[in-house]
């Protein structure tokens, strides 16, 4: 067996391995164990030590060529896709030495990825650019990571002279609806530290995330027969629409913040006449922000419910993930590697925030510090996701360089 990382993802985003964020089922969706099968028969090729569970997940094993390592490192991506396009009969186009021309999907002509929306392409002249055919997104979030790190085992694996000490993969499902990690098993993973492969741009390296907490307002009406209703009903339904239009209008919405504002967002509404329920999610860089936007939303909902004097509302928030920084900062060597490894192949390290969350967020508030590490994926979750082969190509790399100075440095 002999793939490149190109030959890796175009063979991992045919295999529709979608979540379901209202599935009650580990996994979301059975046929993301589909993409399970097929990577664990890639590992007993390439002879590499490996445990699944039931969930999906993957830990594969790589021991020491070098003696007296003090780290264990991980790498970490995740298998399904996101649940905002379809990801079923996935059709990968390669525009083979990209000239800087718009893009055009053959089975939806009126898909196209222009340098006009998505500038970055022209950083990549010359390149060959991966698209989906216009009806599906491509699936690079996160199958580029999936296959970066897998071809980066396997260059390992098969060359013997690229010194690493001991070298963990950890491969999940439902990152997409914020699972991802719900099932790991630290004992299993057996590592230190490590780098979620789950990023954007060449250079890219995340070390901030938002914080996150989930939130939802359950609202109870007065029913009667619409026929009596004067004076005496009060619809829920519609106490919620007065609720979602009384939220800020100018501030804190994500179609009003960028770079480290947070938000309150609502992202589904159900009602009755007699009982309605509102879900929202809350993020925000300073975790005890989330504290203020919940008493923003319980304050809006009180306002709102004074006009319905025998109506009652209840808010309820849970806690999602928090951001990575807060435990990064307690551990510099592990953005310092990243950056010095990039530094050693010519990459220039872009050192950054994302406005979302990572497995990587998750795993460092277990104790395992993980920021996020480029994969190439640009236009995330629609049909114009695409990748560059040569930016995968460069995080393989990137990996590989990581774990030789894990081995050589010993102070880490």
Known sequence: MIYTVKDRFLKYVQVDTQADPYSETVPSTVKQKDLTALLVAELEEMNIPYKINDAGYIYAYLDANV????????????????PDCSGTDVKPI?????????????????????TTKYPALLNKMGHDII??????LLGADDKAGVAIIFDAFW????????PHGPVRMLITTDEEIGKGIAKVDLDLLDADFGFTLDGGELGSLEDENFSADAASIYITGVATHPAYGKGVMQNASKIAGDILSALPKDRLSPETTEDKEGFIHPTKVTGSLESAQIDFILRDFETEKLKEHAA????????????????SFKLETRKQYRNMKDVL???????????RAMENLGIESLVHSIRGGTDGAGLSHMGKPCPNLFAGQQAIHSKHEWVSVQDMQRAVDTIIEICKLTA????W
Request: some cysteine; aromatic content about 8%; hydrophobic content about 35%.
């Open 67 to 82: 003696p007296g390592v003090n780290k264990k490192v991980f790498f970490c991506a995740h298998i399904d896709t996101a």
């Open 329 to 339: 900062d307690q551990h510099p060597y592990v953005i310092e590697i990243a950056k």
């Open 155 to 162: 260059q390992m694996v098969n060359n013997p002279d690229l």
């Open 408 to 411: 050589y440095h010993k102070s």
């Open 94 to 114: 390669v525009h083979s030495n990209y000239d800087g021309k718009d893009l055009i999907l053959p089975d939806d002509e009126t898909q196209v990825i222009s």
């Open 296 to 311: 923003t939303l319980e304050a809006v909902a009180k306002a709102v419910i004074k006009n319905y004097p025998q109506s």
């Open 131 to 136: 698209s989906a055919s216009g009806k599906t």
